[in-house]
């Protein structure tokens, strides 16, 4: 196993940078708790909804609106793991997910690539991905493989199933995963059972993280309930990661998207819970600013670094392994 260092504990030495004080990190998560109770979230499937009513929040069919009381919240935080262990094909590549460990991915998901022999640009295909997985693999700065490229040379529908194989066959580190929606969990999961020889070894040593992402603001969409719901009864982590963008799907303060992101994040995470409780989640985060002039996503800009910096401050609050967006 992988020892991953820490980050952000106090010391003598060093450098930190913490957005919020402590008493800030609290408006916060108070805030979000008032958004959750009194707005809510919109979640899309019945299912969810069920699970959502099963665990005494208030559920309005008609609207599909949940408001989720405080008390719920705060029970779901506390019943999800502040410790998890992400597995590779070699168990010299687990990694430890905990309360002041930092490890490090590669980003995703790109849609084109530099072709290595022509230095031609075009659209990514699936040996791509295998290709780039294998040179991740050899990366010892790596720590888990994210879907670098997508497979664009297959169906749209199965993409996340293809690009899933191509992962688990070139990597012996943990892989984080972006299934398109339940379907292709389950049979993701399939795979792993056949590397892995049963459920029961995916269960007890979870090589991939289900990514999966609300949409802003404030909405549970189908794929991402159902993502969250069989990763939770698989017994495999699932990453609940927001997009917000700040002046435009949320408010332009960095304390106005904080609360609307932990407010989607949170919601995952709950339904996570009332679907299995101690089930493994991670919070997660590619929230950024957008960028007025193009309506675009600026990625890796300063305000995108304040960003991650203030979500790296709530999951510490929270005691929740993070899965958040660099540059």
Same mark, same amino acid.
């Given at each position: 196993?992988?020892?991953?260092?820490?980050?952000?504990?106090?010391?003598?030495?060093?450098?930190?940078?913490?957005?919020?004080?402590?008493?800030?990190?609290?408006?916060?998560?108070?805030?979000?708790?008032? =958004?959750?109770?009194?707005?809510?979230?919109?979640?899309?499937?019945?299912?969810?909804?069920?699970?959502?009513?099963?665990?005494?929040?208030?559920?309005?069919?008609?609207?599909?609106?949940?408001?989720?009381?405080?008390?719920?919240?705060?029970?779901?935080?506390?019943?999800?793991?502040?410790? $998890?262990?992400?597995?590779?094909?070699?168990?010299?590549?687990?990694?430890?997910?905990?309360?002041?460990?930092?490890?490090?991915?590669?980003?995703?998901?790109?849609?084109?690539?530099?072709?290595?022999?022509?230095?031609?640009?075009?659209?990514?295909?699936?040996?791509?991905?295998?290709?780039?997985?294998?040179?991740?693999?050899?990366?010892?700065?790596?720590?888990?493989?994210?879907?670098? =490229?997508?497979?664009?040379?297959?169906?749209?529908?199965?993409?996340?199933?293809?690009?899933?194989?191509?992962?688990?066959?070139?990597?012996?580190?943990?892989?984080?995963?972006?299934?398109?929606?339940?379907?292709?969990?389950?049979?993701?999961?399939?795979?792993?059972?056949?590397?892995?020889?049963?459920?029961?070894?995916?269960?007890?040593?979870?090589?991939?993280?289900?990514?999966?992402?609300?949409?802003?603001?404030?909405?549970?969409?189908?794929?991402?309930?159902? $993502?969250?719901?069989?990763?939770?009864?698989?017994?495999?982590?699932?990453?609940?990661?927001?997009?917000?963008?700040?002046?435009?799907?949320?408010?332009?303060?960095?304390?106005?998207?904080?609360?609307?992101?932990?407010?989607?994040?949170?919601?995952? $995470?709950?339904?996570?819970?009332?679907?299995?409780?101690?089930?493994?989640?991670?919070?997660?985060?590619?929230?950024?600013?957008?960028?007025?002039?193009?309506?675009?996503?600026?990625?890796?800009?300063?305000?995108?670094?304040?960003?991650?910096?203030? =979500?790296?401050?709530?999951?510490?609050?929270?005691?929740?392994?993070?899965?958040?967006?660099?540059?």
């Amino acid at each position: 196993m992988k020892r991953n260092l820490f980050a952000g504990r106090r010391r003598s030495g060093g450098i930190g940078l913490d957005v919020f004080t402590d008493d800030e990190v609290q408006d916060i998560h108070l805030a979000t708790l008032e =958004v959750l109770d009194r707005t809510g979230v919109w979640v899309e499937i019945d299912e969810a909804l069920d699970v959502f009513s099963d665990g005494g929040c208030v559920v309005d069919r008609e609207t599909r609106i949940v408001r989720i009381p405080p008390h719920i919240v705060e029970d779901a935080i506390r019943s999800a793991p502040a410790s $998890i262990t992400l597995c590779g094909r070699d168990p010299a590549n687990d990694i430890v997910l905990e309360d002041g460990r930092v490890g490090f991915s590669n980003f995703g998901e790109g849609v084109m690539v530099v072709d290595p022999y022509s230095g031609e640009l075009r659209a990514s295909t699936k040996r791509d991905l295998t290709d780039i997985a294998r040179l991740v693999d050899a990366l010892p700065e790596v720590d888990v493989f994210e879907i670098a =490229v997508g497979a664009g040379d297959v169906p749209p529908a199965t993409a996340s199933i293809h690009n899933h194989e191509a992962a688990i066959a070139g990597q012996t580190k943990p892989i984080s995963g972006g299934p398109l929606d339940g379907r292709a969990v389950r049979i993701s999961l399939a795979m792993l059972e056949a590397v892995q020889g049963s459920a029961d070894a995916v269960r007890e040593r979870p090589m991939m993280i289900m990514g999966t992402c609300p949409v802003s603001p404030l909405k549970l969409v189908g794929d991402c309930c159902e $993502i969250v719901i069989e990763a939770a009864r698989a017994g495999v982590p699932s990453c609940v990661l927001s997009m917000a963008m700040a002046g435009g799907s949320s408010p332009v303060t960095l304390a106005g998207t904080l609360v609307t992101h932990n407010a989607e994040v949170l919601a995952g $995470i709950v339904l996570a819970q009332l679907t299995e409780r101690g089930s493994k989640v991670l919070y997660g985060s590619s929230t950024t600013a957008m960028d007025l002039r193009l309506a675009a996503a600026s990625v890796g800009s300063p305000e995108c670094a304040l960003i991650s910096a203030g =979500v790296a401050q709530l999951a510490r609050q929270y005691r929740l392994p993070s899965y958040i967006a660099g540059a």
